[in-house]
C-alpha cells in the first residue's frame, strides 16, 4: 500500500524580518519542525509496509506505531500553524474576531496579558488560542506535550510556541521577553481569516 508523503513547508521567508528573533533561533526551529516531518514519513512508511495490519492493546506493532505517530504528526501541525502566525508586518485583528476577543477577554489589552501568562504557565509544549465549536466560543488552551491535553471540537486560530527551543537560542530562561518578542509578531491578518474560515461553517 502506498502513502502520501509529507512536505516541509518553507518558511526561510522570516529570515531576517522578525523583531526578537534571530536568524539562528528561526533555523534551528525549522530544522527541528523538518525532523518531525521525516519521522512522520518514517512512521507512514513502515505502517504501509506492514504484511498485516494486527492489532492487540497490550502490544502490537500495529498499535505501537500509530500510537508514536500521533506525536511528530501534531508536531508537524502546529509547528505549522507558528511559523504561519509571525509577520513582521504590523496588523489587527479582524471586526469580527476583535468581538470575540472582547467577549472572551473584556478586552484585546486582557487577552493579549492571558496569551502570556498561559504561555508561563505552559511547562513546555504550547499554548492555543482556538475556537470551540461546541460552545461557539473563543479560549485559550496549554498543551504540554504535541499530544495530550489536546481539546475536542477545538480549531487553531493562533498558536504560540513555548517548548525551550523557540527561544533559549535568544533568551535562555527569560521566556517572559520571549512572550513579549512573540506577542509583537502575530500576524492577525492570517489568524483572522483561520476564524473567518471557521464562521463561514458555523453561526458566529
Given at each position: ?59 502490537s506493532q500495529y498499535r505501537s506505531l500509530l500510537s508514536f505517530k500521533s506525536f ?115 500576524d492577525w491578518e492570517t489568524v483572522s481569516k483561520r476564524f473567518d474560515n471557521v464562521?463561514?461553517h458555523d453561526i458566529c
Amino acid at each position: 500500500m502506498t502513502h502520501q508523503i509529507v512536505e516541509a513547508k518553507d518558511y526561510s521567508y522570516l529570515l531576517g524580518t522578525l523583531e526578537g528573533f534571530s536568524d539562528e533561533l528561526l533555523k534551528q526551529h525549522f530544522e527541528l519542525y523538518n525532523g518531525y516531518v521525516k519521522s512522520v514519513n518514517e512512521i507512514n512508511e513502515k505502517i504501509s509496509s506492514l504484511t498485516q495490519k494486527k492489532g492487540n492493546p497490550s502490544y502490537s506493532q500495529y498499535r505501537s506505531l500509530l500510537s508514536f505517530k500521533s506525536f511528530p504528526q501534531n508536531g508537524v501541525v502546529l509547528h505549522e500553524f507558528y511559523f504561519s502566525n509571525l509577520n513582521s508586518q504590523k496588523t489587527s485583528p479582524s471586526q469580527k474576531l476583535l468581538e470575540f476577543i472582547n467577549h472572551e477577554f473584556n478586552s484585546f489589552d486582557e487577552f493579549i496579558l492571558d496569551l502570556k501568562e498561559a504561555g508561563k504557565s505552559a511547562r513546555s509544549g504550547w499554548v492555543i488560542l482556538s475556537y470551540d465549536e461546541r460552545q461557539v466560543k473563543i479560549q485559550n488552551s496549554v498543551i504540554d506535550l504535541h499530544d495530550e491535553h489536546l481539546p475536542l471540537l477545538n480549531i487553531p486560530l493562533l498558536v504560540l510556541d513555548v517548548w525551550e527551543h523557540a527561544y533559549t537560542v535568544d533568551y535562555g530562561i527569560n521566556k517572559a521577553d520571549y512572550l513579549d518578542a512573540f506577542v509583537k509578531n502575530i500576524d492577525w491578518e492570517t489568524v483572522s481569516k483561520r476564524f473567518d474560515n471557521v464562521c463561514k461553517h458555523d453561526i458566529c
